[in-house]
């Protein structure tokens, strides 16, 4: 008996940051964010530590990223669809010196890749 194939699912289009990606239809903002390798999206108001997605089911609130205009929208909870735009505050709004140690969900930026990566 052989396998039956299973049909991928559809892509779209979203913008991060102002940069068209493709995402796989019904995957969650925060998954399409990492799998295109954003992983930090906000900002941590005291600190300025980089944050990124740690509990993935809408806790935690440190994947919060603005969509379709909408701030403080949790990317875990939220499913992409086609031409939604999506912002990271990550490199807007508070900014410091240097990164801070690691905490959980916290995110350093990775050498030469503009993007970061969990610590
Ligand atoms: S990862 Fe915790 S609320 Fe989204």
Known sequence: MTAKKKAR?????????GTP???WEGQSVAAALVAG???ALRRNPVTGDTRGPFCGMGVCLECEVVI????GSRSCTEHVADGMEI?????GGVVRQGEGAGECGAVRQG???GEGAAV
Do not use: Q
């Not at 699912?9 to 940051?17: G, I, L, N």
């Not at 379709?68 to 701030?71: I, K, S």
């Open 68 to 71: 379709d205009g909408r701030p």
């Open 111 to 113: 050498p030469g890749t």
């Open 9 to 17: 699912p559809r892509t779209v289009t979203v913008v991060v940051d």
């Open 87 to 91: 912002r990271t505050l990550a490199y």
């Open 21 to 23: 990606r493709r995402a």
């Open 37 to 39: 390798g954003t992983w």
